[in-house]
């Protein structure tokens, strides 16, 4: 199994600038979550889906933020437009729910740098 | 909300000496994983503990859930340089199927 993979892994974009990132989750699993973690907040929950459906978006920071998860193996996180303190590594992370385990695995993480 | 704390947030020791991670919810946990991140990496899981009380082990790593199931510990015997990175524990939020991470504790070794 190849595991969560996201892309790109590293991203250097002007402010201002639309962002998307991609995640692909584990084959089979059936919800996927997007975090955000930086040095000062540490690992903050964005968004979660459960069977491809947003279920709590009350960790996206604001509009600007919209995630999409138009199928069972494909997600992204758009930031539009973005701005500098946007910066942070960005992870998806996907897990088979409803089985009492809930274990999350995560994808390498995209680093964002907004300049 | 729920809450989880860790603490220390930072721990340097020598190589071979012991170390643990405490953490602690505000409210009570159907169970507790614990994640491991090295420096430059994500998350990865170590270990979920469900029932009240419980001890797991993995090697040099020891696991315990409280009794009120609130809280929980990770203890390194002999720590090697490569236990080095930080420490997270997290629980399910009521209700919601995401899982709340602590903050943290970032471990460092010297060789």
């Known amino acids: 199994d190849a595991g969560v993979i996201q892309s790109p892994r590293h991203e250097v974009t002007e402010m201002g600038q639309e962002v998307t990132l991609r995640c692909k989750p584990i084959?089979?699993?059936?919800?996927l979550f997007w975090y955000r973690q930086t040095m000062m907040r540490g690992l903050e929950l964005l968004i979660y889906?459960?069977?491809?459906?947003?279920?709590?978006d009350s960790g996206m920071p604001e509009d600007r933020f919209s995630a999409k998860m138009p199928n069972a193996s494909f997600s992204t996180l758009k930031i539009q437009p973005s701005e500098p303190r946007d910066s942070a590594v960005y992870f998806c992370?996907?897990?088979?729910?409803?089985?009492?385990?809930?274990?999350?695995?995560f994808g390498p993480g995209t680093r964002l740098l907004v300049l | 909300g729920q809450q989880v704390m860790q603490i220390p947030q930072y721990q340097h020791v020598q190589e071979g000496e012991d170390f643990t991670t405490y953490c602690n919810s505000s409210?009570?946990?159907?169970?507790i994983q614990w994640y491991k991140q090295r420096p430059g990496g994500h998350p990865v899981f170590l270990i979920q503990l469900v029932k009240s009380g419980e001890v797991k082990k993995q090697k040099r790593l020891t696991f315990q859930f409280g009794e009120a199931k609130k809280n929980s510990s990770l203890h390194i015997t002999a720590t090697q340089t490569t236990d080095v990175g930080t420490y997270f524990c997290a629980g399910p939020e009521t209700g919601r199927r995401a899982l709340t991470f602590g903050s943290g504790t970032r471990l460092q070794v010297q060789p």
């Open positions: 084959s089979g699993h059936n919800s």
């Open positions: 409210t009570t946990l159907s169970n």
């Open positions: 889906f459960n069977n491809n459906v947003p279920i709590d």
């Open positions: 992370a996907s897990s088979l729910t409803g089985t009492g385990r809930e274990t999350q695995y």
